[in-house]
């Protein structure tokens, strides 16, 4: 590590406005080393953002002082894509899991990216819709992890996986830019198709 971890952790908890959102101590750090793959990862800090404005204001000190960032859901990826390998900051997005809108009339679901998957299927069955996309974890893994891995499973043959249900994106960039992509429509055919 070569970056000022008390300046950095400062920074962390003026970003997010809740020192307990900011982890730092082994005890709590320590299950964020490792998903459903191989090897550990211990991170230098964990961030639990619940906005977008406080994703946005932790990359931007990430990048200013040029640590990693990893983003996170709870880590029942096979593929090693939550784990720090170069140490930095985790970005557990589990406690924002608060978002989650069914319009039956427009059929979509609106979702912040910690809600867990099945709980998206559950609320749509209340309207007589479903959500089929169900990586085998669906009822520990969350939709923001889902749409990394652009995640299959079972039902993939007949409904398709998780891209093929996903219209819009709001995303945060590297650089702490914010950026929308597609939308609440199909067809939606302006502009770049950065969604896919
Ligand atoms: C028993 C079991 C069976 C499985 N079967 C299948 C299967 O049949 N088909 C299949 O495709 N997968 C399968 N998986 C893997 C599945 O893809 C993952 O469980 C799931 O997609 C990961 O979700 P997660 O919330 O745990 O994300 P994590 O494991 O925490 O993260 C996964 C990736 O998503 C990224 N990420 C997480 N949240 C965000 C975010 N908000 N913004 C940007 N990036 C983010 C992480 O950086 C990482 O790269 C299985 C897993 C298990 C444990």
Redesign the pocket.
Known sequence: MDWNQEIVIQKLIEAVGNPARVLTEVQDIYSYSF??SFGVYKPDVVCQPMATEEVVEIVKVAGQYAVPV??????????????PVRGGIV?D??L?NTKLEIDPDDLIAVVS??V??SKINEKANEFGLMYPP????AH???????????????R?LKYG??KDYVLGLE?VTAEGKIIKTGGRTVKNVTGYDLKN
Request: no cysteine; proline share 9%.
């Open positions: 998903d459903a990893v983003a996170r859901g709870t880590g029942t990826s096979l593929s090693g894509g939550p784990l970005l997005f589990t924002w990216p910690g867990i998957t169900d990586p085998s974890s520990v893994s969350t939709i923001g992890g889902n749409l990394a891995e652009n995640a299959g499973g079972p993939g996986v998780t995303i």
